[in-house]
């Protein structure tokens, strides 16, 4: 892609991918990369603007993560976050300090609505603070742009030099003007016009996917998930009859999901593809045995999801390019330079050292989820397809607590499907995120037709959220709850209690393992 692009130069903010995410819905490509990203290469990339994150540390520790001055003398638009701003000011010989008064949450903030960061924003506008230090006196040459009543330096500019640097949070909801000061840092300051748009995506992709692919042989790991369906289409958009789909059902599906993946895949599908269902459930559930920790589990399965599709691979003949549907925040969570390894995702992490294939194709690597909808629309996929429910590759096992069985992968997939059902009976599905039942390891006593009873329980979860990076649990109406966990009970055989997790992300992630 030759989009004009925006770095994020990540100094380990919780909000990396999220400013990532916003930047992008003003249409401007964004990347995040580790502060490490050496100097010639962001030179190399010719980037419209860089932005600086947050992050837990103090630029007077010397441990802590640092960028060379030199960055703000390239002449690029720069715009520094919390501790972004903070560093921007040290780097520049202003001065940072503990400040008196730490700020956390909604803040009221003045600001100066003739700065080109500020324009539209209203003079007193709500910004999200979280902060220990402050810039206690701006570097030479900076024109002070917004305070609060304990902030001296909320934002402050050098408009010659193109150098912006808030201390509050934009790219999070509770600022309420947050995207606008975005957007007009990349359209007022960085001059960006906005090349990032899904249908030229689309038609970019399929121009480089069939130089790249010329006449070779191409496999795709098809789960009928959103992401895998979009790779899919997309693939066979740019190389028709070269794409063999390997759909394989490992056993850890929702219920009836491996004969819904044929229906719209197969033989009698909707599309020109050549379809291979693979019925792999005994062979993923042997290698699961006694397996309870979380990224062995994921380990496992990306493992064996590449020896089947080697296998495949060798009945077909000689296949030249695996492709797979991994997406950006994928990428981010299984771990990006120095940010915290979250999870493996079993398309990044969980890939074993060696694969059969002489490439591995991405195309979706660059996009979020919201983005992966748009692009599955301007392909001409069904939106019931493309609004679908998520679904983590490994499936139910991380949606199982411990070990996984037959047994217990038979009473979530009924679970699920009780819950999903009276979620769009009451009208709720487009409304929520996301939402799933997943089967806890605890079990307790209960007590059901006058027996007593030492079952499991099912936990319901729902969230709220736009971009799957951060999300709140949705306040699902009590009369649909209370129908679901009676149905889940009465209904679905070795459950006896049913939970409702209230957690947002962070602190937990979507999935429960």
Excluded at 26 to 55: A, D, Q, R
Excluded at 56 to 77: F, H, K, M, Q, T
Excluded at 306 to 328: H, M, N, P, S, W
């Amino acid at each position: 892609m030759n989009n004009e692009t925006v770095i994020v130069l990540d100094f380990g903010g919780q909000y990396n991918q999220l400013i990532a995410r916003r930047v992008r819905e003003c249409n401007v490509y964004c990347e995040v990369h580790p502060y490490t990203l050496s100097l010639e290469k962001i030179k190399e990339m010719n980037p419209k603007g860089i932005i600086f994150t947050g992050g837990p540390n103090s630029v007077y520790d010397e441990a802590s993560p640092r960028y060379e001055r030199a960055i703000l003398e390239l002449g690029i638009p720069v715009l520094g976050i919390c501790y972004g701003s903070q560093l921007m000011a040290y780097l520049l010989d202003g001065e940072v300090a503990t400040a008196p008064v730490s700020e956390y949450g909604k803040t009221e903030v003045a600001v100066d609505a003739s700065s080109k960061l500020f324009d539209g924003v209203a003079e007193s506008t709500i910004c999200w603070m979280s902060h220990t230090d402050y810039i206690a006196k701006a570097p030479e040459g900076f024109k002070i742009t917004a305070t609060t009543p304990v902030c001296p330096v909320a934002a402050m500019e050098n408009e010659e030099a193109k150098l912006y640097a808030v201390q509050f949070h934009p790219e999070v909801l509770h600022t309420q003007e947050g995207s606008k000061m975005l957007h007009n840092f990349l359209y007022n300051v960085c001059e960006c016009t906005g090349d990032w748009k899904m249908d030229s995506f689309v038609e970019k992709s399929i121009e480089a996917i069939r130089e790249k692919v010329g006449d070779g042989k191409v496999l795709c790991a098809l789960s009928g998930g959103v992401d895998s369906s979009v790779a899919a289409v997309l693939l066979s958009k740019a190389v028709g009859k070269q794409l063999t789909c390997v759909f394989v059902d490992h056993g850890l599906l929702r219920k009836n999901e491996g004969d819904e993946v044929e229906a719209v895949f197969g033989p009698n599908g909707n599309y020109d593809l050549n379809f291979i269902r693979v019925n792999a459930q005994e062979r993923f559930y042997n290698k699961l045995a006694g397996k309870t920790e979380p990224e062995e589990k994921r380990k496992i399965i990306g493992e064996e999801f590449i020896r089947v599709f080697e296998e495949e691979a060798k009945k077909i003949g000689a296949v030249d390019f695996l492709v797979q549907g991994t997406i950006y925040p994928d990428v981010i969570e299984s771990g990006l330079g120095k940010s915290a390894v979250i999870k493996s995702h079993h398309n990044v992490g969980g890939l074993p050292d060696y694969v059969d294939f002489k490439e591995i194709i991405e195309p979706l690597r660059d996009l979020f989820k919201d983005e992966v909808r748009k692009a599955g629309l301007e392909l001409g996929i069904p939106e019931y397809l493309v609004y679908r429910q998520p679904f983590p590759g490994p499936g139910l096992a991380v949606r199982i607590i411990g070990e996984v069985t037959a047994e217990k992968v038979k009473i979530v997939q009924d679970a699920d499907a009780i819950y999903r059902e009276e979620i769009e009976k009451a009208g709720l599905a487009r409304n929520i995120g996301q939402y799933f039942a997943a089967l806890t390891n605890m079990r307790s006593v209960g007590v059901m037709g006058d027996f007593r009873t030492y079952d499991y329980a099912i936990a319901l979860r729902a969230v709220m959220t736009s971009d799957f990076m951060t999300a709140e649990a949705a306040e699902i109406p009590w009369e649909v709850l209370s129908k679901v966990t009676t149905r889940i009970v009465n209904e679905v055989k070795h459950v006896n209690r049913v939970l409702y997790d209230c957690t947002g992300k962070p602190p937990a992630t979507i999935e429960f393992e």
